[in-house]
């Protein structure tokens, strides 16, 4: 059974509504919460990339990833949960997990399910909420993986097109 269905959420999917790049985050997380992520990536053997500035290194443990100087590139890991579909998780800060997603690669039932299930994961590895806000609008998430109910939820009312 899906999480969401389509039908029910894909104006939250529309780039010229939503931006092409919506934040997806886990609020409240810690170094500890990045390195469970990271582990989670290399354990289910998912297709990654890590990088700083144009310089494509190994994945580090997230306390060398967050501890770079002030004037340096924020590094990045791009993972692709599947083989059409990707998040760019950005090292910003050690207290909150943040990723972009590209809605245009989103379309459709079968790509909600592979979101769904994406958010799950890393909801259930660290045992807290994983919340899908619009671009630029950070604090206002539309869906996002309840860690009671153990499903992604919606956390807005749909709008009509």
Known sequence: MADLLWDDVSCFFDP?????????????????????????????????????????????????????PADAECPELRVWPTADVLAIFRFHAADEVDFDIDLRELQGQERLDVLCGFLREIGR?????????????????????DVEADRVVLLAEPWVR
């Open 16 to 68: 010229d509504l939503m931006g092409a790049l919506p934040d997806v985050r886990v609020p409240g997380a810690s170094v500890e919460d990045w390195q469970a992520v990271l582990d989670l990536v290399v354990e289910r053997r998912l297709k990654r990339q890590y990088s700083e500035g144009e310089t494509v290194l190994p994945v580090p443990r997230a306390e060398a990833a967050l501890s770079r």
């Open 125 to 145: 590895q660290l045992g807290k909420p994983v919340l899908m806000d619009p671009e630029g609008d950070c604090g206002h998430p539309v869906l996002g993986f």
